[in-house]
């Protein structure tokens, strides 16, 4: 009897060492959870930040290759409306539509783009003032219209892309009188409608011209 007894406690005992070791387990899961949580929140804390191209900022006065907008998520950094990059690897996995083209500065442009399109580039001005900004555009036909924000403003209104003769062919178009203050901006280009050719532009760079008064 006494043995049964025994026996008897003994199995209650392993059994509530049982539950005890399940909850044991229950309770780590749950707290293994927490930091996947965290670094779930952190990965997205980071995505929404972008980084200058080489992380340098583009000083303006001065040039910037179109190509060399700043490093992110697709979604922060850029936006572009097919995954595919059309042109050539001159950025790894991106899916903006980059293109060689030896007419060009860096021997690199954007093409292939659809008005809601947009990139993003650091950059600082060093001097507060007004400037005429250029950008050589080429255009197979009428183009589309886009514009530059600073910081979600929109600082130049709507650019028109006239007909260069051909996609091949790159014309300067300049819009003068864009007034800036001096500070770190993120500029963003921002493709606003397609043209009768289907696409916005190819663009080479972007260049601030400070005028002098
Ligand atoms: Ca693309
Ligand atoms: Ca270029």
Redesign the pocket.
């Given at each position: 009897m006494n043995r049964r007894l025994f026996a008897l406690a003994l199995s209650l005992l392993y059994l509530i060492g049982l539950t005890a070791c399940q909850n044991d387990a229950v309770e780590t899961a749950s707290t293994g959870a927490d930091p996947e949580e965290a670094a779930a929140d952190s990965a997205e804390a980071a995505a929404a930040t972008t980084t200058a191209f080489g992380g340098k900022r583009h000083a303006i006065p001065g040039r910037i290759e179109a190509e060399n907008y700043d490093e992110g998520e697709p979604g922060v950094a850029y936006h572009?409306?097919?995954?595919?990059?059309?042109g050539a690897d001159y950025r790894g996995v991106t899916?903006?539509?980059i293109e060689p083209r030896t007419d060009a500065s860096g021997n690199h442009g954007i093409g292939?783009t659809k008005a809601g399109e947009w990139v993003t580039y650091s950059v600082v001005v060093q001097e507060s003032g007004t400037y005429d900004v250029s950008f050589p555009v080429g255009s197979g036909g009428p183009g589309g219209t886009f514009h530059l924000e600073f910081d979600g403003q929109d600082v130049t209104g709507p650019i028109e892309v006239p007909d260069t003769g051909s996609f091949h062919t790159l014309k300067t178009i300049k819009k003068e009188g864009v007034e800036l203050e001096a500070g770190e901006y993120l500029m963003k280009m921002v493709m606003d409608a397609d043209g009768e050719t289907g696409w916005v532009m190819d663009v080479d760079y972007i260049e601030f011209e400070k005028k002098s008064l």
């Open positions: 572009d409306l097919d995954e595919k990059n059309h899916q903006v539509d292939w």
